[in-house]
C-alpha cells in the first residue's frame, strides 16, 4: 500500500499565513462610498420641496417650455424637415432641464437660509463656507455668552476686519466691544465693520451676511491680510473648554449639492 507523507511544518506555514492575510482583510471595513451625483440630485430635490411644494409642477413647466421652444425654433428655420425638428426638439429638452436644475439650485439656497435662520451657529457655518477665498473666517465663535448662547464671530479679509455677532443685540455689546477693541490694538489702521445677525433695524438677515461682508471695498492686500490674521490669532484666546456651538451640520439643513 502506498503511504503519503504529511507536508513539513514548515510548509505549512505559507498557508497559514495567508489564511490570516484573507480574515484580516475580510474584516476590514469597507471605505465609505459617496452618494453618487443622481443621489445627490434626488437629495436635493426633496429637501427644497418641503419648503416650496410647488416646485415640481415648475421644472414640468420648464421642460414643456423647453420642447415648445425647440420645436418652434426648428419648424422656423429652413428647410423644414423632421430629423432637423426632432433635434431642436431634443435640444429644447436639454434646455429646459438646465433650466430646471438652475431653478431647484436657487431655490434650495433660499430654503437652506429660511432653516438656518435663528438657529445657533448658522453664522459661523455662513461666514466659514460663503465668503470665498479671499476672507478667512471660522465656524467657531471667538466670544461667546455660555448662559445666553450669545455668540461673536470674526473674519478677516481684503475688506478688513469683520465682527459679527448673533444672538440679542443688548446682551451682545461687551462681547462685540472686546473684539473689536482687540482687533483695532493689534491690526491699528485696518478698518472693524460690525454686523448684528438679525431682522431688526440696522441688523442683517442671515440671508444677506455674505453678499454684504462681500460687498466692502478692498482696504489692505494680501500680504498685509495674512500679518493681521497672525497678529489677531496670536492674541486670541482659546475659547475651546466653552460650550460653543460649532456651527450648524450642514447636512442636517440642506441636501448635498451635485459635484
Known amino acids: 500500500m502506498c503511504r503519503t507523507s504529511a507536508p513539513p511544518a514548515n510548509a505549512r506555514e505559507p498557508a497559514r499565513g495567508l489564511g490570516i492575510l484573507v480574515g484580516m482583510a475580510k474584516r476590514a471595513p469597507e471605505p465609505e462610498k459617496r452618494p453618487g451625483f443622481f443621489s445627490q440630485i434626488k437629495s436635493l430635490f426633496r429637501f427644497t ?4 411644494g410647488w416646485l415640481p409642477w415648475a421644472q414640468i ?45 436657487r431655490l434650495s ?48 479679509g481684503r475688506g478688513g476686519i469683520v465682527v459679527v455677532g448673533e444672538g440679542a443685540r ?16 493689534v491690526a491699528h489702521g485696518v478698518p472693524v465693520n460690525v454686523y448684528y445677525v438679525g431682522h431688526g433695524e440696522d441688523e442683517v438677515a442671515i440671508s444677506d451676511l455674505s453678499k454684504t461682508i462681500k460687498k466692502l471695498p478692498k482696504a489692505i492686500d494680501k500680504t498685509t491680510m495674512a500679518a493681521v490674521i497672525r497678529r489677531v490669532d496670536s492674541v486670541s484666546q482659546s475659547v475651546t473648554s466653552l460650550p460653543i456651538p460649532k456651527g450648524i451640520d450642514p447636512t442636517k439643513v440642506r441636501a448635498q449639492r451635485p459635484r
Open 49 to 52: 420641496r418641503e419648503v416650496y
Open 61 to 105: 413647466a420648464l421642460l414643456i417650455a423647453g420642447i415648445l421652444l425647440g420645436l418652434v425654433v426648428g419648424f422656423l428655420i429652413p428647410p423644414f424637415q423632421i430629423w432637423s425638428l426632432v433635434l431642436w426638439g431634443i435640444t429644447g429638452l436639454m434646455v429646459g432641464v438646465l433650466a430646471s436644475m438652475f431653478l431647484m439650485t
Open 109 to 156: 439656497t433660499k430654503a437652506m437660509y429660511q432653516k438656518i435662520d435663528g438657529m445657533p451657529g448658522a453664522t459661523g457655518h455662513i461666514l466659514s463656507t460663503s465668503l470665498g477665498r479671499s476672507w478667512q473666517a471660522s465656524d467657531t465663535p471667538v466670544g461667546i455668552n455660555p448662559k445666553t448662547q450669545e455668540a461673536v464671530y470674526r473674519a478677516i
Open 170 to 185: 443688548g446682551r451682545l455689546t461687551r462681547l462685540i466691544n472686546e473684539e473689536r477693541t482687540k482687533a483695532q490694538r
